[in-house]
């Protein structure tokens, strides 16, 4: 499975960004998806996350209400609405992909991980 992470950019506070992942491949095998972000200095933490076939979302408490995963079936692709950003906020994005799933929002049980998209947000 191949991913492939795309959208972030610059954004004053406030402000609405959504981040979009392809997905290629075997993307039959995938069980689980997620979003995660890491910020200078700081580990990679968990965003969002949900099964592939839809239904279960979790969401980090600091993003709860402001974000919102999503799949598009016919494409293969993931997607990040990311509302009222902060300067918080701030961190490279990583789409992931899990065969299997224990636990869904730690970052070891992701089997597949995209690029990496920077997204800022200014206060």
């Known amino acids: 499975v191949q991913l492939q992470a795309s959208g972030g950019g610059l954004v004053q506070a406030g402000e609405s960004l959504k981040l979009s992942c392809g997905a290629s491949?075997?993307?039959?095998?995938?069980?689980?998806m997620g979003w995660f972000r890491q910020a200078p200095g700081k580990e990679r933490d968990v965003v969002a996350a949900?099964?592939?076939?839809?239904?279960?979302?979790y969401y980090a408490d600091s993003v709860k209400g402001r974000f919102t995963i999503s799949k598009d079936n016919a494409k293969n692709t993931m997607y990040l609405q990311m509302n009222s950003l902060t300067p918080e906020d701030t961190a490279v994005y990583y789409c992931?992909?899990?065969?299997?799933?224990?636990?869904?929002?730690?970052?070891?049980?992701?089997?597949?991980w995209g690029q990496g998209t920077q997204v800022t947000v200014s206060s």
């Open positions: 949900g099964l592939w076939s839809g239904g279960y979302r």
């Open positions: 491949g075997r993307t039959g095998s995938i069980y689980a």
């Open positions: 992931a992909a899990a065969r299997f799933v224990e636990n869904m929002a730690v970052a070891k049980t992701y089997d597949y």
